[in-house]
């Protein structure tokens, strides 16, 4: 393995079950970082600084943008949202691998200011399986689930500026998929070559 640590990001529509494929991949990794965002919105019950987000001011975020702390950030409902630099690389520093779960249009910040980041795109293996999922969580009313799906779709058109396709057809698959990308780009000739010894 290199030395150094890589960077991950994953996107993918609302309902594709991102979250729980992550979560099963992070189970059995213990040693891969996925990245915490920091936010100007105020912790929910039950919700810990450092774990769920970073919460700090709206004075201090802005104090990190200007000194380009994120490698992305983005306002939503009067709150700022971003990643910061320093989690990233400390943890890369230590040699582990990290993982951004983000939108597209955050992943293009990353990949413009960090372009050797790997993408990973998961998608469902079909609309209609998207459209299931999303009315199974029962969360949503019908419009909202239609206002989804053409979000979904507009995002999927992003998919083949990505390194990897991931379809989510079950947990285990996907999971087993992001190891072997994982596992691929840490085999990388010109990055190995130095590990040899040809003395």
Same mark, same amino acid.
């Given at each position: 393995?290199? /030395?150094?640590?890589?960077? #991950?990001? @994953?996107?993918?529509?609302? +309902? @594709? +079950?991102?979250?729980? @494929?992550?979560?099963?991949?992070?189970?059995?990794?213990?040693?891969?970082?996925?990245?915490?965002?920091?936010?100007?919105?105020?912790? *929910?019950?039950?919700?810990?600084?450092?774990?769920?987000?970073?919460?700090?001011?709206?004075?201090? #975020?802005?104090?990190?943008?200007?000194?380009?702390?994120?490698?992305?950030?983005?306002?939503?409902? +009067?709150?700022?949202? !971003?990643?910061?630099?320093?989690?990233?690389?400390?943890?890369?520093?230590? !040699?582990?691998? @990290?993982?951004?779960?983000?939108?597209?249009?955050?992943?293009?910040?990353?990949?413009?200011?960090?372009? $050797?980041?790997?993408?990973?795109?998961?998608?469902?293996?079909?609309? $209609?399986? =998207?459209? *299931?999922?999303?009315?199974?969580?029962?969360?949503?009313?019908?419009?909202?689930?239609?206002?989804?799906?053409?979000?979904?779709?507009?995002?999927?058109? /992003?998919?083949?500026?990505?390194?990897?396709?991931?379809?989510?057809?079950?947990?285990?698959?996907?999971? %087993?998929?992001?190891?072997?990308?994982? /596992? %691929?780009?840490?085999?990388?000739?010109?990055? *190995?070559?130095? =590990?040899?010894?040809?003395?």
């Amino acid at each position: 393995m290199s /030395t150094t640590g890589k960077c #991950f990001v @994953v996107s993918g529509p609302s +309902g @594709v +079950g991102k979250s729980t @494929v992550l979560t099963a991949l992070l189970n059995k990794h213990k040693d891969i970082y996925f990245s915490v965002s920091a936010t100007t919105r105020q912790p *929910r019950p039950g919700e810990i600084d450092g774990v769920h987000y970073h919460f700090i001011d709206a004075d201090t #975020f802005r104090s990190w943008i200007s000194q380009d702390e994120f490698l992305e950030y983005a306002e939503f409902v +009067g709150n700022f949202y !971003g990643t910061p630099k320093k989690y990233v690389d400390q943890a890369m520093d230590e !040699g582990r691998d @990290v993982i951004l779960d983000i939108e597209v249009q955050g992943a293009t910040q990353v990949i413009a200011k960090r372009p $050797e980041t790997v993408r990973i795109f998961i998608a469902p293996p079909s609309w $209609e399986e =998207l459209e *299931r999922r999303l009315t199974a969580r029962g969360t949503d009313a019908p419009e909202k689930i239609q206002k989804r799906l053409l979000r979904a779709k507009v995002e999927f058109q /992003t998919a083949h500026t990505y390194d990897y396709l991931v379809i989510n057809d079950t947990v285990e698959s996907a999971v %087993a998929e992001l190891e072997a990308i994982m /596992t %691929a780009e840490h085999c990388k000739a010109n990055e *190995r070559i130095a =590990l040899i010894d040809t003395k």
